[in-house]
């Protein structure tokens, strides 16, 4: 009798792990093919894409302190659909490229990744600096300011025209006196 009710417990939660694993991978029925990745010079992966605007952490830190920017880091997950998602439908958009350029510096982080970095005078792994910053779904976004303090988190998948309206909000320093609601509502 107790092997039998073992069974059923195995079955039931292998189905409930593999449910949870299928939504993660595809975020969505719409998720298209996967990315090509290439390594950057700190060791994580980056997409082709993507080469361009994300740099690595120790860079995006020293860029925002020498042009005086805040710097947002993407961690992400190999096997994240809606990390996918974001990297495809929201980084290319047009208005998120206007306000990632004004007020950002970006980079990525991948939270499964053995990638060293130098944080806060020490050497972390990017999965030790995610688990540090307390990430436990993906896509989350960070905002640090130069000094790699972290003032703002934005979890899970956002669209394009919401993405650069937060961009604005934080980048503006809006997120210091006022809520996005209250800032969104003055808008309009």
Not at 10 to 34: D, E, K, M, P, Q
Not at 145 to 169: K, M, T
Request: aromatic fraction near 12%.
């Amino acid at each position: 009798m107790k092997i039998w009710i073992l069974g059923i417990l195995g079955i039931v939660a292998i189905s409930a792990y593999t449910n949870v694993v299928r939504t993660c991978v595809s975020g969505s029925s719409r998720v298209g093919s996967l990315l090509t990745h290439t390594k950057s010079s700190s060791g994580s992966a980056l997409r082709a894409s993507e080469s361009e605007q994300f740099v690595p952490f120790e860079k995006a830190l020293s860029d925002a302190k020498t042009q005086n920017k805040l710097v947002l880091v993407d961690v992400y997950t190999d096997w994240c659909g809606w990390c996918k998602k974001l990297d495809r439908d929201v980084y290319p958009s047009a208005e998120v490229q206007k306000e990632l350029k004004t007020y950002f510096t970006a980079t990525k982080i991948d939270a499964e990744s053995q990638a060293v970095h130098f944080y806060n005078g020490k050497q972390l792994t990017e999965r030790q600096l995610a688990a540090g910053w307390a990430v436990s779904g993906y896509p989350t976004i960070l905002f640090l300011d130069a000094n790699g303090n972290v003032l703002r988190i934005i979890s899970g998948y956002h669209p394009p025209s919401e993405f650069a309206q937060l961009l604005r909000y934080i980048g503006t320093h809006t997120f210091e006196h006022k809520t996005f609601e209250e800032w969104q509502s003055e808008k309009s």
